[in-house]
């Protein structure tokens, strides 16, 4: 397997714009976690999905942000519009049952 | 819900010594601690864990050591190379949840 993928590298947006990040989780996990990295927070829990279902979304920001999982093997993390507080990088992770979570190469998101 | 704190937050050691990170947790439910090593560029990745019926575990270089009276977990990394420097996160995890809460990080620097 070639891990958890997460599209794109790195996005330069202007502020106001919407964002879309892409992660397709390691094949036959059924758990997945949006984390944010900041120097300030460090790494923080966006939201938890168990079998396609969003369980956590405390750590949503604000209704500028929704995530979607359609199906086990793709999920979306949308911003709109997007601020330059927002600038960070988004690593999605999964897992199976509670196991080791397994984290992308993450995005580097950056508003301008 | 689960508070980890995690200390130092910057560690800087020669080659060869041995570095210790120290952290603790508030969930006395917690049973599963995992340590991550993050590299420049690149998600975090596990590199050891433990849990809560076991007191201590080794893996060649590291160590990670429990102690649930005082609710503190420790990872120790003797003999250091500089291919040890890195971030390094730990985790509690809760029984019944998926969701493990991460320290703020631990900056390791090993010198030549």
């Known amino acids: 397997d070639a891990g958890v993928i997460q599209s794109p590298r790195h996005e330069v947006t202007e502020m106001g714009q919407e964002v879309t990040l892409r992660c397709k989780p390691i094949?036959?996990?059924?758990?997945l976690f949006w984390y944010r990295q900041t120097m300030m927070r460090g790494l923080e829990l966006l939201i938890y999905f168990n079998n396609n279902v969003p369980i956590d979304d405390s750590g949503m920001p604000e209704d500028r942000f929704s995530a979607k999982m359609p199906n086990a093997s793709f999920s979306t993390l949308k911003i709109q519009p997007s601020e330059p507080r927002d600038s960070a990088v988004y690593f999605c992770?999964?897992?199976?049952?509670?196991?080791?979570?397994?984290f992308g190469q993450g995005t580097r998101l950056t508003v301008v | 819900g689960e508070n980890v704190e995690q200390h130092p937050s910057t560690l800087s050691v020669q080659e060869g010594d041995s570095a210790v990170i120290k952290c603790t947790y508030s969930d006395s439910a917690s049973n599963y601690f995992p340590w991550y090593k993050q590299e420049l560029g690149k998600g975090p990745q596990l590199i050891i864990d433990?849990?809560?019926?076991?007191g201590e575990k080794k893996d060649q270089r590291i160590a990670v050591t429990l102690n649930k009276t005082a609710k503190h977990f420790s990872l120790h990394i003797t003999e250091t190379q500089p291919e040890d420097s890195a971030v390094y996160f730990c985790?509690?995890?809760?029984?019944?949840?998926?969701?493990?809460?991460f320290g703020r990080g631990t900056s390791l620097i090993v010198h030549p």
């Open positions: 985790a509690a995890r809760p029984g019944g949840s998926y969701i493990p809460t």
């Open positions: 433990i849990r809560s019926n076991v």
């Open positions: 094949s036959g996990h059924n758990s």
């Open positions: 992770a999964s897992s199976w049952e509670g196991g080791e979570a397994f």
